[in-house]
């Protein structure tokens, strides 16, 4: 054994001195202080996943189901190949794009894990395609965004997109910043549900977001990580298949761990859509060769449990009709803290899980240390930590806190 006594130490390489120190996640952080306080009423709304009105994030009944098919009928656990579950991504393509866009000859698309690997191995095929591209991004937006991108070699900028204290989209100063976009630049969008914020952009915004994408040449990358968990399966589509509809190039990055919760068994896919059929073969086989190189081939579980999902009557119906309750869980909960607090009617008019609080992080920090109420240091809450006997104090501690 090397100790720190050792001759060979003494004379090892150095390389690992040489890292910068990288700050330990803040909201992952969290997940610790929340467990080693013994407050009674202490309340999550840190940690971004669903949460029923028992707090707890349960497996759905359809996952259940399903797993309880792949363990009678799986007979081998060989490789599958880079592409993953290739019924799965075309099922999958159905439920995110719609048929006509799924059925295209110009789309191709492929199994990744989770949103974080579609965005990931989608940010690697753009620097292939456009080494000389930058990813414009809106702010805020999911911290893991930027990194994403920059990790992959490609350039990033941030546009205006959400004014926190007037708790509102200003689409005015999105598309001034965006006019600095160059051709053949990215634009990242949320599809549903953003993340922090809850903001939705109107249809007419995303009509006039696929105008000017179309007028200078910009591609769209969209995030579409809750489908289902905003206003429907249909509607929360909506405006990722409209700029597919109306755009010859575009990306879609999309996560199963939400919808269906499935968050540890790291379910997503990629899609791209070329302007001629005849490039998608070439897309296909850079798409393939990347994933050989960045996981070999995705994580098999979570996927074939989807396809099983999607591919019985039954069990679709149920994750649907779950789906649903989650939705109408979160949806609830937002028109309860709107009546209840005027200074929060704009939740009561936002979608998905998350929401921002005009929070100075001081102020974040006092509802945990004063009241046991954990929230992203941002400001961001998890509207799903929230229960119908927990608000009181939610609202009461946040009137102690930021009046
Ligand atoms: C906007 C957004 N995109 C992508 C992801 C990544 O999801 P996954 O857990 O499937 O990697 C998340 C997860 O929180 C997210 O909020």
Redo the contacts with the bound molecule.
């Keep these: 054994m090397i100790d720190a006594y050792s001759p060979v130490a003494a004379r090892a390489w150095d390389g690992f001195d040489q890292l910068d120190a990288v700050p330990a996640d803040a909201l992952l952080g969290l997940i610790g202080l929340y467990r080693s306080d013994d407050r009674p009423d202490k309340i999550d709304l840190g940690v971004?996943v669903f949460r029923n009105d028992d707090g707890a994030t349960p497996v759905m009944r359809a996952v259940k189901s399903a797993e309880a098919h792949l363990l009678q009928d799986q007979s081998t656990k060989s490789y599958l190949g880079a592409d993953g579950d290739s019924r799965f991504a075309e099922l999958l393509a159905e439920v995110a794009l719609g048929s006509d866009i799924a059925r295209s000859p110009r789309l191709c698309g492929v199994q990744t894990?989770?949103?974080?690997?579609?965005?990931r191995l989608g940010a690697e095929l753009l620097q292939r395609a456009a080494p000389d591209a930058t990813v414009w991004i809106g702010e805020p937006?999911?911290p893991?965004?930027g990194p994403i991108f920059l990790s992959a070699g490609l350039k990033v900028a941030g546009h205006r997109f959400y004014d926190v204290a007037a708790a509102t989209i200003d689409f005015a100063a999105m598309m001034e910043d965006l006019e600095a976009a160059m051709p053949g630049d990215i634009l990242l969008l949320?599809g549903c549900c953003?993340?922090p914020t809850g903001a939705t952009l109107a249809p007419g915004q995303w009509a006039t977001i696929a105008g000017f994408c179309e007028e200078k040449g910009i591609i769209p990358l969209i995030?579409l990580?809750?489908q289902g968990l905003g206003d429907g399966l249909d509607e929360d589509a909506a405006a990722t298949r409209a700029m597919f509809a109306a755009l010859p190039a575009a990306l879609l990055?999309y996560?199963?761990?939400?919808n269906f919760g499935l968050?540890r068994d790291?379910?997503?896919a990629l899609w791209v859509q070329s302007p001629r059929a005849g490039t998608a073969p070439l897309v296909r086989g850079n798409m393939f060769a990347l994933a050989r190189s960045l996981w070999s081939m995705p994580p098999d579980h979570g996927a074939a449990l989807v396809r099983i999902i999607l591919d019985s009557r039954d069990l679709r119906a149920d994750w649907e009709a779950e789906l649903s309750a989650m939705r109408l869980r979160i949806n609830g909960l937002r028109e309860t803290v709107a009546a209840r607090q005027p200074s929060l009617a704009f939740i009561g008019r936002q979608r998905g899980m998350f929401a921002m609080l005009p929070m100075a992080p001081g102020e974040v920090a006092e509802m945990r240390a004063r009241h046991g109420i954990y929230m992203a240091p941002n400001g961001r809450i998890n509207i799903a930590g929230l229960t119908r006997e927990n608000i009181p104090h939610f609202l009461a501690s946040l009137g102690q806190v930021a009046p």
Excluded: E, I
């Design positions: 971004g894990p989770g949103g974080t690997g579609a965005l937006t999911w893991n965004h949320h953003h993340n995030d990580a809750y990055a996560s199963c761990d939400k968050y790291r379910v997503g």
